[in-house]
């Protein structure tokens, strides 16, 4: 089985801060999103899981799989998608100036700029991720879970799903509500 879930909330996410790659921690009611969660799905079973890298994912995963053996793996690719200079940008929905805003609105459309990394980096990565990494486990009858981020999730769904890129925000990615993908 292949499994996702989005990091517990952070003070970002409360003032809808684009994230992005920037290095926020959860807040108290995302850890205790990730603590709730732990309980809500101790039945489900992981043999890995595989983590971004950024603190808010990690901290998800250890509290979620807290009393569990199950090892986190840090991987890179699983990191969320950058939006350069637009990362602390406030109420991106309210901004039609804002170049982000596209992304989810129309992600087709969308044009990266500003440092901001593109749809198709965004989706080269977590497919090398898939092919690579997720997708081998899975056919060894391995149960591997994810634990992400918005966008980054989104990518990953919509690539195992076989979703147009117009439908990438198709499935909601509530903070701390786990996914069954295969």
């Known amino acids: 089985m292949l499994y996702i879930i989005r990091h517990g909330i952070t003070d970002w996410n409360l003032k809808h801060k684009l994230q992005g790659k920037t290095d926020i921690p959860l807040n108290d009611i995302g850890r205790q999103m990730a603590r709730e969660a732990n309980e809500l799905y101790k039945e489900v079973h992981f043999d890995i899981c595989y983590c971004s890298p950024l603190v808010r994912a990690r901290e998800t995963a250890e509290l979620l799989l807290e009393g569990r053996p199950v090892p986190v793996v840090i991987d890179e690719r699983l990191a969320e998608m950058g939006f350069g200079i637009y990362e602390g940008e406030e109420g991106v929905f309210n901004k039609p100036q804002c170049p982000v805003r596209e992304l989810f609105f129309n992600p087709a459309g969308y044009k990266a700029v500003g440092g901001a990394e593109s749809i198709n980096e965004l989706f080269d990565r977590t497919g090398s991720f898939l092919e690579e990494t997720a997708y081998p486990l899975v056919k060894e009858g391995k149960d591997v879970l994810i634990v992400g981020h918005g966008a980054m999730n989104s990518a990953i769904i919509g690539q195992v799903r076989h979703r147009p ?13 786990l996914i069954k993908l295969l």
Do not use: T
């Open 165 to 177: 890129l117009e439908k990438m925000w198709e499935e909601s990615i509530e903070n701390c509500r």
